[in-house]
């Protein structure tokens, strides 16, 4: 059973910066990539970036395009997401997953594993 436990979320002003983080307890086929999630209170969860652990290969929703940064350590089994440039409307429970190749990586139905999730609220 893999473990993903997120950190690193907080309260920050918009305009500000936050970075979380995702370690896994192990890297197995069920982590061959690696995807961050949020659900803003009333709405549903909504993709918002992916990452493949051996090239790099990253993917991201539209609305952070240029603001995030997804990255991976992999000596440390450890998913990043660097947020630049926070919005209000960026407030909401993130949480980190992992899942198998060749599946959808926009569809949280395509993952496997979830971490517990880490609140980030941007203040106006």
């Known amino acids: 059973q893999v473990q993903l436990v997120e950190s690193g979320g907080g309260l920050v002003q918009a305009g500000g910066s936050l970075r979380l983080s995702c370690a896994a307890s192990?890297?197995?086929?069920?982590?061959?990539?690696m995807g961050w999630f949020r659900q803003a209170p009333g709405k549903e969860r909504e993709f918002v970036a992916a990452v493949t652990w051996s090239t790099g290969f990253t993917n991201y929703a539209d609305s952070v395009k240029g603001r995030f940064t997804i990255s991976v350590d992999n000596a440390k089994n450890t998913v990043y997401l660097q947020m630049s440039s926070l919005k209000p409307e960026d407030t909401a429970v993130y949480y980190c997953a992992s899942r198998r190749s060749g599946l959808n990586y926009r569809m949280d139905a395509s993952y496997s594993y979830w971490g517990q999730g880490t609140q980030v609220t941007v203040s106006s």
């Open positions: 192990e890297r197995t086929s069920s982590t061959y990539a």
